[in-house]
């Protein structure tokens, strides 16, 4: 069993940064974040492989947001720049432990933590 703990929400101006903790106890293959909006779908926004090798972006959040893990600590994290009033959601991480279960997609995620609200105000 997998369990996932997200951290670092909070309230930002426009402009601002944040930085999202995500401990995970257990394996995992492949780590996500993953945001949802008041009255919108969710969104698959970055990822990262337990071997560092590769990450993907939402193209609305390339040269601002950046994944990173520290493994001796068994944490993901999002640092987000430059947020914008849309980056307002919901964030959660997730977790896989399995590389043909991370080949589902970021949305398919199997673990799931509680979510933590970022909010930016304008």
């Known amino acids: 069993q997998v369990q996932v703990v997200e951290s670092g929400g909070g309230s930002v101006q426009a402009g601002g940064s944040l930085r999202l903790s995500c401990v995970v106890s257990g394996l995992a293959y492949c780590m996500n974040w993953i945001r949802q909006a008041p009255g919108k779908e969710r969104e698959a926004v970055a990822r990262?492989?337990?071997?560092?090798?590769?990450?993907y972006y939402l193209e609305s959040v390339k040269g601002r947001f950046t994944i990173s893990q520290d493994n001796a600590k068994n944490t993901v994290y999002l640092q987000m720049n430059s947020l914008k009033a849309e980056d307002t959601a919901m964030y959660y991480c997730?977790?896989?432990?399995?590389?043909?279960?991370?080949?589902?997609?970021?949305?398919?995620?199997?673990?799931w933590g509680q979510g933590t609200q970022v909010t930016v105000s304008s």
């Open positions: 997730a977790a896989e432990p399995l590389a043909r279960t991370c080949a589902r997609g970021i949305l398919a995620s199997t673990y």
């Open positions: 990262i492989y337990s071997s560092g090798a590769a990450t």
